[in-house]
């Protein structure tokens, strides 16, 4: 178990109506389902790019994910979270 004091990063899900009618809520669950230690997966309000959703901020790092499909969910996960790497094209631009 992850205790608070440990969590160094954090990965948002917008939830709000617009990414949701894009299927935010089920890309929130597909991230939650893997086991991220040090990272918090967490639901958030409107991220403020409404339209280009489902969109997923990386913090502290503030990288941005536009258009999350589920099917790319452990590509962010393996690549990103665990690896350090951003997924280039998935990137918010
Ligand atoms: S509803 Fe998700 S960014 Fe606005």
Known sequence: MVENSQVERRLLVC???????QGSAKILAAFQAFDTPNIAVEK?????QCGNGPMVL???????YSHVHIDKVSAVVEKHLLGGVPV??????
């Not at 958030?44 to 403020?48: P, R």
């Not at 990386?58 to 941005?64: N, Q, T, Y």
């Not at 280039?88 to 631009?93: A, D, F, G, V």
């Open 15 to 21: 939830q709000n109506r617009t990414c949701r009618k």
């Open 44 to 48: 958030s309000g409107c991220l403020g």
């Open 58 to 64: 990386v913090l502290p790092e503030e990288i941005w």
């Open 88 to 93: 280039k094209k998935m990137l918010y631009s």
